[in-house]
């Protein structure tokens, strides 16, 4: 499976970016997609993951009502839309895929149970 990030870039509080993954590969398609950011000094955090049918989808506290995680099935893309981004959302953004099967719409939030990883997408958000 290969992920392929891209969509980052240089924002001013309060603007909105679209992050996408392209992802491909054995299986892609039953494969939850999830969102991880890390900042500079700080470990890799959960941002957002949505299931393999695109109908369940879980966020990180912070960023509910302002991220909005898709997938398109089709062209087995994620999205994350991002809006209202402050500064303490700059990080790099990663996407990754987790082949668990899990019960009912359970989506991990867990760095470890990610087992594919692209490489990140800069988001910089100035004040």
């Known amino acids: 499976v290969q992920l392929q990030a891209s969509g980052g870039g240089l924002v001013q509080a309060g603007g909105s970016l679209r992050l996408s993954c392209a992802a491909s590969?054995?299986?892609?398609?039953?494969?939850?997609l999830g969102w991880f950011r890390q900042a500079p000094g700080q470990e890799r955090e959960f941002v957002a993951a949505?299931?393999?049918?695109?109908?369940?989808?879980r966020y990180l506290e912070s960023v509910k009502g302002r991220f909005t995680i898709s997938r398109d099935t089709a062209k087995n893309t994620a999205y994350l839309q991002m809006s209202s981004l402050k500064p303490e959302d700059t990080a790099v953004y990663y996407c990754?895929?987790?082949?668990?099967?899990?019960?009912?719409?359970?989506?991990?939030?867990?760095?470890?149970?990610?087992?594919?990883w692209g490489w990140g997408t800069l988001v910089t958000v100035s004040s």
């Open positions: 949505v299931s393999r049918g695109g109908t369940a989808t």
């Open positions: 990754a895929a987790d082949s668990t099967a899990y019960p009912g719409d359970f989506l991990s939030d867990l760095p470890s149970l990610y087992e594919y």
């Open positions: 590969g054995r299986l892609v398609s039953r494969k939850v």
